[in-house]
């Protein structure tokens, strides 16, 4: 099941999405894969620390962050990768490393891998190990409102 505050808005607002559950998996890599989507069309969330606040980079499940390109993009000062322990507790409805790419849901800007926004479909995890939520990139960028910069290599 998708996690709940997600759920709650996608149907609130009368999106369109679909539910594949698949094998458990951990890494975004072998979640694409068991779902049966291209890693480059797989949106991963990775959290990241800037300037002591917390923000989602989402990106293909195939790429890596640059943090030096997050500093540049945001003028920040210091950028790092959060650890799970800054982060799962703004994640009550989620399993660790799960987290839908959905950071107005959970007090967090958004930075969306310019790569992603190519599509016209996204596909990310629902909250959960074994499940994957496919939607209209549209309506992602409608609802979530993120900023679209290359930070991925």
């Known amino acids: 099941m998708p996690a709940t505050c997600l759920k709650e808005l996608l149907d609130r607002e009368g999106i369109r999405y679909s539910s594949q559950p698949h094998s458990a998996a951990y890494t975004a ?3 694409a894969a068991s779902a049966h989507i291209p890693g480059r069309r797989f949106a991963k969330t990775v959290i990241v620390n800037i300037d002591g606040k917390l923000a989602m980079a989402v990106l293909p499940a ?16 210091r ?8 982060f799962k507790a703004r994640f009550p409805d989620c399993e660790p490393g799960a987290m839908p790419p959905f950071g107005n849901l959970y007090g967090m800007d958004v930075f969306i891998a310019t ?3 190519k ?6 995890n629902a909250g959960t190990h074994a499940e994957v ?4 990139y549209g ?13 991925a290599t």
């Open 29 to 31: 890599q072998e979640i």
């Open 62 to 77: 195939n790429r890596k962050v640059v943090l030096q390109d997050v500093r540049d993009i945001t003028g920040s000062d």
């Open 79 to 86: 950028v790092t990768f959060a650890s799970e322990d800054e």
């Open 115 to 117: 790569e992603l926004g």
């Open 119 to 124: 599509d016209d479909e996204i596909a990310f």
């Open 133 to 136: 939520i496919r939607m209209a």
């Open 139 to 151: 309506d992602f960028e409608r609802l979530v409102h993120p900023r679209m910069a290359s930070f």
